[in-house]
T-cell receptor, first 116, second 113 residues
Framework: NAGVTQTPKFRVLKTGQSMTLLCAQD?????MYWYRQDPGMGLRLIHY???????AKGEVPDGYNVSRLKKQNFLLGLESAAPSQTSVYFC???????????????FGPGTRLTVL | DQQVKQNSPSLSVQEGRISILNCDYT??????FLWYKKYPAEGPTFLIS?????DKNEDGRFTVFLNKSAKHLSLHIVPSQPGDSAVYFC????????????FGTGTRLTVIP
């Protein structure tokens, strides 16, 4: 199993350009997440999805859109990139919460995005 | 507003000694706590967790302690090994919702051989 994979690994954009980050998981997880990590800030949740066709906002959703057309894929889009979106982006997935059992999140290797 | 805080950005420990990483939280609704380990250029990997109904959970060299009244948890690594050198993130979650995690800012542990 590849686990959680992210494409691309690195990208440089100019202000105003758009792009889509792809996350794929092969663990049949229901939940998927997008985080960003900035220096001194830890990881912050951008958007998440509890199943195919459903998405919801996290802590820092502004400037991003997401789509979950297939269970195994979760796309993060930047319509008009800004320098403030320079960050490392991590995708994660987990099994559905069941009763009192908490299922940990599995993370991808990250995408380093620079917006000039 | 940072709901999960790790006040020590870095920690250095001699190989074989104990490493103690600390974490504080402000939201009393958190009921599950996790520690993740992160190496450079990799994603975080799950290390150990604890439910709010417990005060200790142990897994090999790693033990997490939870003090709910103080809203404080700590990760103990005994004995510390050079391969433990990484950034450690504390994270917390509420029972409701989609397992959303709130992360601390991380502590960089360096184990000196």
């Amino acid at each position: 199993n590849a686990g959680v994979t992210q494409t691309p690994k690195f990208r440089v954009l100019k202000t105003g350009q758009s792009m889509t980050l792809l996350c794929a998981q092969d663990m049949n997880h229901e939940y998927m997440y997008w985080y960003r990590q900035d220096p001194g800030m830890g990881l912050r949740l951008i958007h998440y999805s509890v199943g195919e066709g459903t998405t919801a906002k996290g802590e820092v959703p502004d400037g991003y859109n997401v789509s979950r057309l297939k269970k195994q894929n979760f796309l993060l889009g930047l319509e008009s990139a800004a320098p403030s979106q320079t960050s490392v982006y991590f995708c994660a997935s987990s099994l559905r919460t069941s009763g009192s059992t908490y299922n940990e999140q599995f993370f991808g290797p990250g995408t380093r995005l620079t917006v000039l | 507003d940072q709901q999960v805080k790790q006040n020590s950005p870095s920690l250095s420990v001699q190989e074989g000694r104990i490493s103690i990483l600390n974490c504080d939280y402000t939201n009393s609704m958190f009921d599950y706590f996790l520690w993740y380990k992160k190496y450079p250029a990799e994603g975080p990997t799950f290390l150990i967790s604890i439910s709010s109904i417990k005060d200790k959970n142990e897994d090999g060299r790693f033990t997490v302690f939870l003090n709910k009244s103080a809203k404080h948890l700590s990760l103990h690594i005994v004995p510390s090994q050079p391969g433990d050198s990484a950034v450690y993130f504390c994270a917390a979650s509420k029972k409701t919702g989609a397992n959303n995690l709130f992360f601390g800012t991380g502590t960089r542990l360096t184990v000196i051989p």
